[in-house]
C-alpha cells in the first residue's frame, strides 16, 4: 500500500501548522487540564478554521464543508492531536456527531443542527453511558416515554465530557419500556437549556470539565429532535461510535510524546555528567516506542485507506484503537522510565522536566475507555473479525 500523502495534502499541512504556530498562545499545553482560558480559546480558534474552511472540510459542501477527501480531513486530526487538540471538544461534533446528523438526519435537523457545527459556533456532549451500564450499553435505563407532542426523559448518564459547557447532548435512551438489550433505543438530540436537566461535575486528575454526571428529570424533548428511526437507535449510535474511533489521531499524540522525549534525553545530562540518550534503558525505550508509533501510524491509515475505498470493516477502527491507546500508554511509560519521578510534576512545579510535559501519562489513561473500551473493542474484533463465540 503506498500511504503517501500527495503535495497538495503536504503543503495544506504546511499552512495548517503554520496557522497554528501564529494561533496558539505561549500558555496553550493541551486540551485536557485545568485552565479557565482553554475554552473559550478553543472556541475563538474554530472560528477562524471554519473562516478558511478547514473545521469542517472533509464535509460535503451543502452541509458547509470543502468536499476534501478522507486524507485531506487526516492532516486536519494529525496536527490538532498533535497540538494538544485546540479545536476543543468541537472535535466530536466534527468527527461523528455531524456524520451522524447526515446520514440519519431529516433535511430540516441537517440545516438546524449542521450548520452551527460548520461555523464552530456550538459544542455537543454525548449521553450514552450510565451508572449501571458503561462498557454494556445496551443494557441502559434511561427512559424516553411519549408525554404531551414531546418525549418525556428520565435517567443518569454517567462520565460525560463537557456537560458543564455543552449546548446539546447527543442522548441514547429506551423509547420503548418493554424492550431490552439492543431493541427499543432511540436517539435524541437534546437541548442542555431544557428544564429538568442537572450537571455534576467529578473531580478528577484530569480536569474539571472531563468528567461529568447528567440528571435528567422530566425532560422534554420535542418529537422533531428523534435521530433516526425510533426504537432503532442502536444501529445508530454504532455508526456514531465507528466513526468517533476514526476520528481521533491517536498516533499523532504518541508521535508528540517521542519527539518531545527524544529531545530531552538527548539535551539533558546525568548525575555523571552524561546524556541520558547514551544509557542502553532510555535507547531500547525510546526505538521500541518508535516502532509503536510506526504501527499504529500504518494501522490508522489502513482504516481511512479501507473507508474511502468503501470496504472498511466494522473491526478495523476497533484494531486501531486498541494498538494505538496502549502505545500511547506504554509511551508515558516509557517517558516516566527515561525521565524519572520528576516527570510526575505538574507544569506549574518549577522542576518539573520539559514544564511538565511528561503529565501526559494522566491523559493516557483514559484512552484505554473513550471512545469505547479496549475489552469491547477486543469483543469486536473476536467475534465480528474472527467469527468467535461470545
Not at 449501571?132 to 418525549?151: E, I, K, Q, Y
Not at 435517567?155 to 447532548?169: Q, V
Request: glycine share 8%; net charge negative.
Amino acid at each position: 500500500m503506498n500511504f503517501e500523502y500527495p503535495p497538495a495534502a503536504e503543503q495544506f499541512r504546511s499552512e495548517l501548522r503554520q496557522f497554528l504556530a501564529e494561533e496558539l498562545p505561549e500558555w496553550w499545553n493541551r486540551l485536557f487540564v485545568d485552565d479557565e482560558r482553554i475554552i473559550p480559546f478553543t472556541r475563538q480558534l474554530c472560528r477562524k478554521m471554519a473562516e478558511r474552511g478547514w473545521l469542517t472540510a472533509a464535509w460535503p459542501s451543502e452541509h458547509g464543508g470543502a468536499d476534501a477527501d478522507e486524507w485531506m480531513q487526516m492532516v486536519v486530526r494529525e496536527e490538532m492531536w498533535a497540538a494538544g487538540e485546540p479545536r476543543g471538544p468541537q472535535y466530536m461534533n466534527l468527527n461523528y456527531i455531524g456524520p451522524m446528523v447526515m446520514k440519519f438526519g431529516t433535511p430540516e435537523q441537517q440545516e438546524r443542527f449542521l450548520k452551527p457545527m460548520a461555523a464552530g459556533d456550538v459544542i455537543w456532549c454525548q449521553g450514552f453511558s450510565e451508572p449501571g451500564s458503561g462498557s454494556d450499553l445496551a443494557s441502559l435505563s434511561t427512559s424516553a416515554t411519549d408525554g404531551d407532542s414531546c418525549f418525556v426523559v428520565n435517567g443518569r448518564k454517567i462520565w460525560i465530557s463537557y456537560a458543564t459547557i455543552a449546548e446539546w447532548c447527543l442522548l441514547l435512551a429506551r423509547t420503548d419500556p418493554d424492550s431490552s438489550r439492543y431493541n427499543g433505543l432511540s436517539m435524541l438530540l437534546v437541548d442542555m437549556n431544557s428544564p429538568g436537566i442537572d450537571v455534576r461535575p467529578i473531580p478528577s486528575m484530569v480536569g474539571p470539565i472531563e468528567y461529568n454526571e447528567i440528571t435528567f428529570s422530566d425532560v422534554e424533548v420535542p418529537y422533531d429532535c428523534l435521530l433516526g428511526p425510533r426504537d432503532a437507535g442502536w444501529s445508530v449510535a454504532m455508526y456514531g461510535l465507528t466513526r468517533e474511533r476514526i476520528g481521533i489521531a491517536f498516533h499523532a499524540s504518541l508521535k508528540t510524546v517521542f519527539d518531545s522525549l527524544l529531545d530531552y534525553v538527548r539535551n539533558t545530562e546525568d548525575s555523571t555528567g552524561r546524556p541520558l540518550a547514551e544509557r542502553p534503558s532510555v535507547r531500547a525505550g525510546l526505538a521500541r516506542l518508535h516502532a509503536h508509533y510506526r504501527a499504529a501510524k500504518l494501522l490508522g491509515y489502513r482504516v481511512i485507506a479501507a473507508e474511502e475505498a468503501g470496504v472498511m470493516r466494522e473491526m478495523d477502527p476497533a484494531i486501531y484503537k486498541v494498538f494505538a491507546t496502549e502505545a500511547y500508554v506504554f509511551a508515558s511509560e516509557v517517558a516516566l522510565e527515561s525521565v524519572g519521578t520528576k516527570g510526575q510534576l505538574t507544569e506549574e512545579d518549577p522542576l518539573a522536566p520539559a514544564a511538565g510535559f511528561f503529565q501526559h501519562w494522566l491523559h493516557s489513561i483514559p484512552g484505554l475507555i473513550g471512545a469505547g473500551t479496549n475489552e469491547i473493542q477486543r469483543n469486536i474484533i473476536s467475534q465480528r473479525g474472527m467469527g468467535l463465540p461470545r
